[in-house]
């Protein structure tokens, strides 16, 4: 085998992969020993042979691996069995509430459903806080604690959209009004009288029409009028508007008083026509036509009286009829005012009426000289009967219900006297409002009143030298609205004209 520097490197190499102490040796090894009994130099070449003898096995200590004792058993304390208290409420998972078992040995869940688990309380929640749901027909609300905070029995019913409230009406004219509640508690008056042109006294807004008057709304949680006489005037309107009941004990008085309309009445008049020379002028329509005036040589010649019409077909709420003057001339009286335009409101109860309403017309005042001398002049027409609007989840009736028309003034005298005032529309059911009598030579007397169903009086005649009497004014109407299914109750005292068929209007 050569040898050499390389060759024991290599050889170095190879032992050192199988003991440690041979590479200790092998690092010594450069050149040979020759005085190593154990080899043998061959003589016979010029190059030096070295051979080694197999080498001697070396007893190398036993490098002893690593021993790892086995881990040591820890005398850990032992984990004892599960157990609470019986019954007892452990904590939420989610919409479960985890309560411990009857045994105290383990736990079961229960499922909350929409309530959802209350951490805070250790249970279900009864229903969802902060929230409100139909309950048959009630409505119920929840607390914030997730338990029932109390309930409302609807008068009709349950609404669950867009959130759980009783049903309440939606009024014809004013649909809006019951959507928010009342901030007022309760509105009580007696012996008074009502301005509709005070702001101040509108509480539930002003709400303007376009084809009629304003509204003067009034907004309360409860109202009561009465006892006493209660009258309104002003040219607005009025909205007695409640969340539940609406008592008229007493008078609620918007009729017209001569020339002066009722609330909200006169935004219509008579359109004149004819001689105003020779002529009287004819009375306010409404549930029948006004009557014609006289003339000065017959009863009825003269002027014509308004329409009959039908204010359920008019956009706005509108009171009755008015008359206008007799005359372009400077000082002579306006007709007849028309009677008041009222609607009483209970959002989510009932509107009960057993005192009086009433929407009468204004009579016509008498003939007057105008700054002409010697002129003569007819008498005027009476005003037509005012409109009044019940609305309620429920309607009681049982009191006076008067919207009679004004009777026609008589025209002037020969001398020249003024003629005599008409009546305001009564207050019965069996007679109208008497027409003004003559004044004198040449006058002729006003027309009657328009009472229940009754047509109106003509105006009669005057002379050549005298004026002719004004007409009569006709009855307004009476109108309810209830929701679908919903019948008025009670029997009126007295009603001139007639209730009306009652309506229905939608809930909200």
């Known amino acids: 085998m050569a040898t050499g520097p390389g060759g024991c490197g290599k050889l170095a190499l190879m032992r050192s992969l199988i003991w440690m102490g041979i590479l200790v040796a092998a690092g010594a090894c450069g050149s040979v020993d020759k005085t190593d009994p154990d080899a043998a130099i061959d003589a016979t070449g010029d190059t030096a042979v070295v051979e080694f003898d197999a080498p001697t096995t070396i007893d190398a200590p036993l490098v002893d691996a690593p021993l790892i004792d086995a881990p040591v058993p820890i005398d850990a304390t032992p984990i004892d069995a599960f157990s609470c208290t019986?019954?007892?409420?452990?904590?939420?998972?989610?919409?479960?509430?985890?309560?411990?078992?009857?045994?105290?040995?383990?736990?079961?869940?229960?499922?909350?459903?929409?309530?959802?688990?209350?951490?805070?309380?250790?249970?279900?929640?009864?229903?969802?806080?902060?929230?409100?749901?139909?309950?048959?027909?009630?409505?119920?609300?929840?607390?914030?604690?997730?338990?029932?905070?109390?309930?409302?029995?609807?008068?009709?019913?349950?609404?669950?959209?867009?959130?759980?409230?009783?049903?309440?009406?939606?009024?014809?004219?004013?649909?809006?009004?019951?959507?928010?509640?009342?901030?007022?508690?309760?509105?009580?008056?007696?012996?008074?009288?009502?301005?509709?042109?005070?702001?101040?006294?509108?509480?539930?807004?002003?709400?303007?029409?376009?084809?009629?008057?304003?509204?003067?709304?009034?907004?309360?949680?409860?109202?009561?009028?009465?006892?006493?006489?209660?009258?309104?005037?002003g040219p607005r309107a009025l909205a007695l508007v409640s969340d539940q009941t609406l008592r008229v004990t007493g008078t609620l008085d918007a009729s017209a008083n001569l020339a002066a309309s009722g609330p909200g009445g006169g935004s219509q008049s008579v359109a004149s026509g004819g001689s105003i020379s020779t002529s009287g002028s004819g009375g306010g329509g409404g549930f029948t036509a006004g009557a014609n005036a006289g003339s000065q040589t017959a009863a009825g010649g003269g002027r014509a009286g308004g329409a009959a019409y039908d204010p359920f077909l008019l956009a706005a709420l509108t009171g009755g009829v008015r008359v206008p003057s007799n005359s372009v001339v400077l000082g002579a009286p306006s007709g007849g005012g028309g009677g008041g335009?009222?609607?009483?409101?209970?959002?989510?109860?009932?509107?009960?009426?057993?005192?009086?309403?009433?929407?009468?017309?204004?009579?016509?005042?008498?003939?007057?000289?105008?700054?002409?001398?010697?002129?003569?002049?007819?008498?005027?027409?009476?005003?037509?009967?005012?409109?009044v609007v019940i609305q309620g989840l429920g309607v009681s009736l049982t009191g006076n219900f008067f919207a009679n028309g004004g009777s026609g003034g008589s025209g002037m005298t020969s001398a020249s006297a003024n003629g005599v005032d008409g009546a305001d529309g009564s207050r019965s059911a069996t007679t109208g409002a008497?027409?003004?009598?003559?004044?004198?030579?040449?006058?002729?007397?006003?027309?009657?009143?328009?009472?229940?169903?009754?047509?109106?009086?003509?105006?009669?005649?005057?002379?050549?030298?005298?004026?002719?009497?004004?007409?009569?004014?006709?009855?307004?109407?009476?109108?309810?609205?209830?929701?679908?299914?919903?019948?008025?109750?009670?029997?009126?005292?007295?009603?001139?004209?007639?209730?009306?068929?009652?309506?229905?209007t939608p809930t909200r």
């Open 341 to 387: 335009a009222v609607t009483l409101i209970s959002c989510r109860g009932t509107v009960a009426v057993s005192g009086t309403i009433d929407a009468g017309g204004g009579g016509g005042p008498g003939g007057r000289g105008g700054i002409t001398v010697g002129s003569a002049f007819g008498g005027t027409g009476g005003g037509g009967g005012g409109y």
């Open 434 to 504: 008497i027409g003004a009598p003559s004044a004198g030579a040449g006058s002729g007397g006003g027309g009657a009143g328009s009472f229940g169903t009754t047509t109106p009086g003509v105006g009669l005649a005057g002379s050549a030298a005298g004026g002719p009497g004004g007409g009569g004014g006709a009855a307004g109407r009476f109108q309810t609205y209830t929701p679908t299914g919903i019948t008025p109750s009670g029997t009126p005292t007295a009603a001139s004209p007639r209730i009306e068929t009652n309506r229905t």
């Open 86 to 233: 019986p019954n007892q409420f452990q904590t939420c998972s989610g919409s479960a509430a985890v309560v411990c078992n009857a045994t105290g040995t383990g736990t079961t869940m229960t499922d909350c459903g929409a309530p959802g688990c209350n951490a805070t309380a250790g249970r279900c929640n009864m229903c969802v806080p902060n929230n409100t749901a139909c309950i048959g027909n009630s409505v119920g609300t929840c607390g914030a604690d997730g338990l029932p905070a109390g309930s409302e029995t609807c008068a009709l019913s349950c609404n669950p959209t867009p959130t759980a409230h009783c049903a309440y009406l939606e009024p014809r004219y004013l649909p809006d009004i019951c959507d928010a509640p009342a901030t007022v508690t309760d509105f009580t008056v007696s012996a008074t009288t009502i301005d509709t042109n005070l702001d101040v006294l509108c509480t539930g807004g002003i709400v303007t029409q376009a084809t009629g008057p304003a509204i003067c709304v009034i907004r309360a949680r409860t109202i009561t009028v009465g006892p006493g006489n209660v009258a309104v005037t």
